[in-house]
Antibody, heavy 111, light 107 residues
Framework: QVQLKESGPGLVKPSLTLSLTCTVS????????VIWVRQPPGKGLEWMGV???????NYNSALKSRLSISRDTSKSQVFLKMNNLQTEDTAMYFC?????WGQGVMVTVSS | DIQMTQSPSSLPASLGDRVTITCRAS??????LRWFQQKPGKSPRLMIY???NLANGVPSRFSGSRSGSDYSLTINSLESEDMAIYYC?????????FGSGTKLEIK
């Protein structure tokens, strides 16, 4: 069955880089796009970006200068990297295939 | 960026009620509109895609509709398991944008 699972550090210091991995199963990354969405505590959802089946990417314009999404199709993994983290980047980070979502990973930005 | 104005932000309702949540798009998005349900501590769940199509496994009491730039999610005969926050999302134009959410709660 289709599954997605995020992994990464729970705590990141300000100004450093966040690296998250979304490991998928049950489908091919060459055939489906994967989106990243984040949610600060107690707040709404924010679309961060997408990597499509053909490998093309698109990003939230507000994050574009700091954000990179890539993948390794052989490992069924999608990667999110965001640099210069600030406290306002503290959030739950989700990867999803629209109709299937990971459980999310909480990332706290704090010194 | 396309703004999705979602209303109401909070919706007290009773079990058995029929409720409607609306998103208004600031620009034309065609039918590139999805609705998600999120319960506390859980990941979002796709409910509606293409503005009017029910996602797999979603009960038939849920429906989506469009009137011009207004998109609606309607729940007929509200059940306790429907209490959640609902978000719309437009994916017609980058950046994709979510509405601000509607918290559906028991009156």
């Amino acid at each position: 069955q289709v599954q997605l699972k995020e992994s990464g550090p729970g705590l990141v210091k300000p100004s450093l880089t966040l690296s998250l991995t979304c490991t998928v199963s049950g489908f091919s990354l060459s055939s489906y796009g994967v989106i990243w969405v984040r949610q600060p505590p107690g707040k709404g959802l924010e679309w961060m970006g997408v990597i499509w089946g053909n490998g093309n990417t698109n990003y939230n314009s507000a994050l574009k200068s700091r954000l990179s999404i890539s993948r390794d199709t052989s490992k069924s993994q999608v990667f999110l990297k965001m640099n210069n983290l600030q406290t306002e980047d503290t959030a739950m980070y989700f990867c999803a295939r629209w109709d299937h979502w990971g459980q999310g990973v909480m990332v706290t930005v704090s010194s | 960026d396309i703004q999705m104005t979602q209303s109401p932000s909070s919706l007290p309702a009773s079990l058995g009620d029929r409720v409607t949540i609306t998103c208004r798009a600031s620009q034309d998005i065609g039918n590139y509109l999805r609705w998600f349900q999120q319960k506390p501590g859980k990941s979002p769940r796709l409910m509606i895609y293409g503005a009017t199509n029910l996602a797999n496994g979603v009960p038939s009491r849920f429906s989506g509709s469009r009137s011009g730039s207004d998109y609606s999610l309607t729940i007929n005969s509200l059940e306790s398991e429907d209490m959640a926050i609902y978000y719309c999302l437009q994916h017609n134009e980058y950046p994709f944008t979510f509405g601000s959410g509607t918290k559906l709660e028991i009156k």
